[in-house]
């Protein structure tokens, strides 16, 4: 065994999580082939020994999970050693029921072989028996009896080593000891599909195994529930209970490897189950609840049931939804859940505010947070209103955009901008400020700016003063980045840039360390540094992951800690107001959370889509298209690259000019269906490079190749995210109500309907809402059918 002790675990990227030493390993989630057979090692770990290897996102291999070769070995000789154990076990009860351990001496022709080294005297050996509890039947013992003997062949006896351990009893027993053994009459009922295991302590596998036992012996149906009736095992649903209890049955016998049943993991998960028919599959025999099949399987049939562990089932009566405890009857299954939350709850989960009553806690903290919410927070101000209609109604009054010149009133400034350039063309005097202008251009740039909550209250500073505070500014930051770890950083195009020099970087972690090791110190003559004024709504981007203090080493939560630990604890004089310059976030590779509202990205760049598109009050807006943006660059930026620099690639159909000859062939293709784009290998012509890329892949077989399978992908981005997924088993986005995992936060979106409830999808002829938005269109359909059914 290892001296954990005396082992001290650093921060290094490769850490294995079996033994804690130091390397490049491998994987515990990833299928690695070995001797043609795919292994998992986390699976391999939680079949041999029922572990589970945690994932965190901070501290070595932050969400990874890796094992040495070292490790791996002894788990795959584990792993072997178990099969090989319950292979024999088996092997053994099988030959044991088929009675082929009898008395007899067997012939050999030849001279029998004799172990050269002798280590122990036969007499001495330690003798094994048979088990005392092995049952026999009485026609095998008459049998045994009466059959001739071959006793009249000597054959001498092998020395036996003498072995360590426990003595195990020998099949070879003589027929007299045989009949002292105990013959049972009622054979002893083995539960259908429960798989010999080692004997396991785990209230996870005790549950399993209750499941099991149900499921297998009974008529019991397990089910779910999502606005229809859903297999219990594959998840795929059904209008009538009839059709849902025949499919149940096709799946035949569950196991203990059934995902459905992995997934019954914490003693809240409760667990549907439909009561209609309670029969004992094995003596046929009709119970009329839960309870008293379950005592029948203990006592009756000794099926090992542990009724210590705690699972909750719901039981329901699908025949005819009529309630177990009161004989109420309901005309869907809806009704009767609700019924069943509301009078008969299992665990009584109290609101606090309306004393509604739940059966899981997570359904409680969902009612709560859509009928009891305290506060409603606007996202353009951040005041709070007791109401989601004041919340409404500040809106409309507060954040409303009105034209300059008819007044009209309109949810956002882009869409008022968009209106004056369509509705008033001709118009150029603004209804605020009554001032006329000579251009529409100059007009547009006005009523961007001039609006009826425009404040006429303007800041003079002076030059003098406005170069000393931009000076204190610049000192200020390089006091952060050289007093702490808070590391600054810039992106752009998809790639981390180092912010001292222009070197780009895929992954954050290798901007980390380029950052770390080339520019230790900061100075603000650096070019990076040379802010122009601290009024542009320019930000620096830092990373605050690992944030703290570099004089004490004082671990810190965010950037008003710093500043404030560095004011108070070493006397720095730092700018109060530089937070407004600068813009935190946490650097977390797969895992890039929201600094407003927490939510968590896959890529840094939809990072920033959400936190534009969310929480950003976009006050630049364009003058001839209307779309806003957060600072003045960007903005200067979208008008040369869209609205001035035109170009001189002008469409030979509608006469519309283009900038790049690429913008170009997109628009042939796209809009007037031209095949423009010619495939290297052969003459076949399409209208866009997708489909090109699709036809190399499907007839020339060229593409990013998975290294894993060998599917083909037209972009390298595609088949990284399939590896990950669908290889590597990475899911580290983790719902916050049920803690399960999924690998984006697309998947977590569409899973947290379950738990949320909103159905936003409305039917515009019933009224009928929906929780997805395939169910509004498979709907839809039917309301097609019937007026075309009307028709003919």
């Known amino acids: 065994m290892m001296e954990f002790d005396e082992i001290v675990v650093k921060e290094t990227p490769g850490l294995c999580r079996c033994c804690l030493s130091e390397g490049c390993y491998k994987d515990l989630g990833s299928e690695y082939s070995w001797m043609n057979e795919t292994e998992v090692y986390a699976d391999m770990l939680l079949e041999c020994f029922d572990i589970s290897i945690t994932q965190h996102n901070e501290g070595p291999n932050g969400p990874n999970r890796l094992i040495c070769e070292v490790c791996i070995t002894r788990l795959r000789d584990a792993c072997n050693f178990k099969k090989q154990v319950l292979d024999s076990e088996k092997k053994f009860i099988d030959m044991m029921g088929r009675g082929e351990f009898r008395p007899k001496m067997l012939i050999y022709q030849t001279q029998m072989k004799a172990e050269d080294a002798v280590e122990a005297v036969a007499d001495d050996a330690e003798v094994e028996y048979l088990e005392d509890d092995i049952d026999f039947g ?63 302590n785990s209230a996870n596998y005790l549950r399993r195994r209750n499941l099991q036992i149900l499921f297998n012996n009974t008529t019991l149906i397990p089910f779910k529930w999502r606005g229809k009736y859903m297999c219990f095992f594959c998840g795929d649903d059904f209008d009538t209970y009839e059709v849902l209890k025949k499919h149940t049955k096709s799946h035949g016998l569950c196991s203990h490897k059934d995902r459905a049943l992995k997934l019954v993991k914490a003693s809240d998960s409760e667990i549907k189950i439909d009561v209609s028919d309670v029969t004992c599959e094995i003596c046929s025999k009709t119970f009329s609840d839960l309870d008293k099949i379950v005592d029948h399987l203990i006592l009756e049939h000794s099926l090992p049931y542990n009724r210590n562990v705690e ?52 359904d409680l903290d969902s009612h709560v947070r859509f009928h009891h919410r305290k506060e409603y927070a606007c996202m353009k101000c951040q005041q709070t209103f007791p109401s989601n209609s004041a919340l409404h109604t500040h809106r409309t009054n507060a954040h409303s955009s009105t034209c300059n010149i008819c007044f009209k009133t309109f949810s956002s400034d882009s869409k008022r901008l968009v209106h004056m350039k369509r509705d008033h063309d001709d118009q150029t005097e603004c209804g605020f400020c009554q001032r006329v202008l000579t251009t529409k251009q100059a007009f547009l740039r006005h009523a961007a700016i001039c609006t009826e909550n425009t404040k006429k209250d303007v800041i003079v500073i002076d030059d003098e003063e406005k170069k000393q505070s931009v000076k204190e500014l610049r000192s200020s930051i390089a006091c952060i980045f050289n007093m702490s770890t808070a590391l600054p950083f810039k992106f752009f195009m998809n790639r981390f840039r180092c912010f001292y020099c222009p070197k780009d970087f895929t992954t954050s972690d290798d901007l980390k360390q380029h950052t770390l090791s080339e520019h230790p110190l900061c100075d603000i003559s650096f070019k990076s540094m040379k802010l122009r004024n601290r009024y542009d709504g320019v930000q620096i981007k830092i990373d605050i992951s690992n944030l703290s203090c570099k004089l004490c080493l004082e671990e810190l939560t965010d950037l008003d800690d710093l500043i404030r630990h560095l004011t108070s604890e070493h006397k720095v004089n730092c700018d109060k107001s530089l937070e407004s310059n600068i813009q935190c976030f946490k650097l977390i590779k797969d895992n890039f959370p929201c600094p407003i509202c927490g939510e968590i990205f896959r890529y840094f760049g939809l990072l920033l889509n959400h936190i534009s598109r969310a929480h950003t009050d976009n006050k630049y807006i364009c003058m001839y298209c209307g779309k806003s943006f957060r600072t003045d660059p960007n903005l200067r930026a979208h008008v040369s690259r869209r609205h001035t620099n035109l170009g001189n690639y002008k469409c030979s159909d509608c006469d519309l000019v283009f900038p790049t000859n690429n913008a170009l062939k997109i628009h042939l293709g796209a809009v007037h269906g031209s095949k423009i784009i010619q495939c290297s ?112």
Not at 328 to 349: A, E, V
Not at 719 to 731: A, D, F, I, T
Request: charged share 30%; with cysteine.
């Open 138 to 200: 009485e026609e095998d013992l008459i049998k045994d009896e009466t059959e001739p003997s071959v006793s009249d062949i000597t054959v001498s006896t092998l020395p036996v080593k003498g072995k360590r351990g426990r003595p195990r009893k020998n099949a070879l027993v003589k027929p007299e000891k045989r009949l002292k053994t105990k013959v049972d009459d009622k054979k002893k009922v083995v539960a259908k599909g429960l798989e010999s295991e080692p004997t396991k």
């Open 311 to 362: 699972l909750m089932m719901s039981a329901y009566r699908l025949i005819d939804l009529q309630c177990l405890l009161c004989d109420t009857k309901f005309n869907y299954l809806r009704k009767l859940i609700s019924h069943m939350n509301n009078f008969h709850p299992n665990n009584c989960f109290m609101c606090q505010d309306c004393d509604q009553k739940f059966n899981k806690k997570r």
């Open 681 to 792: 290998e052969c003459l076949d012509k399409f209208t866009s490079q997708y489909w090109m890329q699709r036809h190399m892949i499907t007839i020339h077989g060229t593409g990013h190749k998975c290294s894993y399978c060998g599917k083909l992908f037209i972009k390298n981005s595609f088949m990284v995210n399939h590896v990950r997924r669908c290889h590597l088993k990475e899911k580290n986005v983790e719902c916050s109500v049920c803690f399960e995992r999924f690998f984006d936060g697309q998947r977590l979106k569409m899973h947290m309907v379950k738990h949320i409830g909103e159905r936003n999808f409305h039917c515009d002829v019933c009224g009928k809402k929906f929780l997805w938005k395939r169910n509004l269109r498979g709907h839809m359909s039917s309301h097609i059918r019937n007026s075309n059914a009307q028709v003919t």
